[in-house]
């Protein structure tokens, strides 16, 4: 039974930062590739970035140079750094797990199997 606790979430400025967690257990972290996602009200949810069981990374273009993945296999935690943050930037944040990557864009919500409940990230102006 694979479980997934997300944290790191809150309500920032714009222009701040956050740094997001995701601990997983129950399946063997280091063999599946790792995704961020997000979904703000009345939109899809996107992929935002994803990093291999190597370390390759990916990132939408619309957070490339502010937002950091990795992964700390010992650990069995996903991180995402997040600054210089927008409004934009505001929504409900996922982490998953998967068995597909690519680092030539950014991760599909299909190609992962197991994810986190979320944490909100509010960007205020």
């Known amino acids: 039974h694979v479980q997934v606790v997300e944290s790191g979430g809150g309500v920032v400025q714009a222009g701040g930062s956050l740094r997001l967690s995701c601990t997983f257990s129950g399946l063997t972290f280091a063999d599946y590739a790792m995704g961020w996602f997000r979904h703000a009200p009345g939109k899809e949810r996107e992929g935002v970035s994803c990093?291999?069981?190597?370390?390759?990374?990916c990132y939408a273009d619309s957070v490339k140079g502010r937002f950091t993945i990795s992964r700390d296999n010992g650990k069995n935690t996903l991180y995402l750094q997040m600054n210089s943050l927008k409004p934009e930037d505001t929504a409900m944040y996922y982490c998953?797990?998967?068995?597909?990557?690519?680092?030539?864009?950014?991760?599909?919500?299909?190609?992962?199997?197991?994810w986190g409940q979320g944490t909100q990230v509010t960007v205020s102006s």
């Open positions: 990093i291999s069981w190597s370390g390759d990374t």
């Open positions: 998953a797990a998967g068995i597909y990557f690519n680092a030539y864009r950014a991760p599909r919500r299909d190609e992962y199997n197991y």
